[in-house]
Nanobody
Framework: QVQLVESGGGLVQTGGSLRLSCAAS????????MGWYRQAPGKQRELVAS???????NYADSVKARFAISRRTGANTVYLQMNSLRPEDTAVYYC?????????WGQGTQVTVSS
């Protein structure tokens, strides 16, 4: 089983930056894919960015060139650096880990971008 703990959300103005962190309870090299998803009120949860255990990254079109996913293997932590934030980025952000065909989720962290 994998436990995920997110941190770093908050309130920021348009154009600002935030960095989200997701600490995993296990060696992240044992996790096939780690990712960040978000869910805005009344909308479906959507993939924001992901990184495989080999380091390949993937981004939603809406965040390309603004967000960057990275990892610190020694700390078993994945980060999401979010720059040039927009009001439409407002959502609850969830960390996800896929291991042996099982999905694990963090509790979510709120990101609010004011206009």
């Amino acid at each position: 089983q994998v436990q995920l703990v997110e941190s770093g959300g908050g309130l920021v103005q348009t154009g600002g930056s935030l960095r989200l962190s997701c600490a995993a309870s296990t060696n992240i090299f044992s996790i096939t894919v780690m990712g960040w998803y978000r869910q805005a009120p009344g909308k479906q949860r959507e993939l924001v960015a992901s990184i495989t255990n080999s380091g390949n990254t993937n981004y939603a079109d809406s965040v390309k060139a603004r967000f960057a996913i990275s990892r610190r293997t020694g700390a078993n932590t994945v980060y999401l650096q979010m720059n040039s934030l927009r009001p439409e980025d407002t959502a609850v952000y969830y960390c996800n880990a896929k291991k042996l065909s099982v999905d694990y989720w963090g509790q979510g962290t709120q990101v609010t971008v004011s206009s």
